[in-house]
């Protein structure tokens, strides 16, 4: 599925996709964007327990450092427990 600009909330170059000083109309990576499911956990979150993971639909190309980390799937110590969904 194509992604959607919704998903680029929180995104460090959504700032491409508004009025800005340089002009630039759209995020340079938004074309090639693709909606994903993803787990997804802030960085001050222990990674210790599935249950610490949620499940979000975002653009494959988001990128929030310093906010929350994504993964396409748990890690391997907490695979076993839970599922993208």
């Not at 680029?8 to 909606?35: L, S, T, V």
């Not at 994903?36 to 949620?54: C, E, H, M, S």
Request: charged share 25%; aromatic share 12%.
């Amino acid at each position: 599925m194509k992604g959607k600009k919704e998903y680029c909330i929180g995104c460090r170059c959504d700032y491409y996709n508004h009025d800005n000083p340089q002009g630039i109309k759209e995020c340079m990576h938004f074309k090639d964007a693709k909606a994903v499911k993803k787990l997804r956990i802030g960085w001050w979150t222990p990674q210790d327990n599935a249950d610490n993971f949620y499940s979000v639909t975002t653009n494959s190309c988001h990128s929030s450092p310093g906010n929350y980390a994504d993964y396409s799937k748990l890690p391997e110590h907490l695979k076993s427990k839970k599922q993208i969904g």
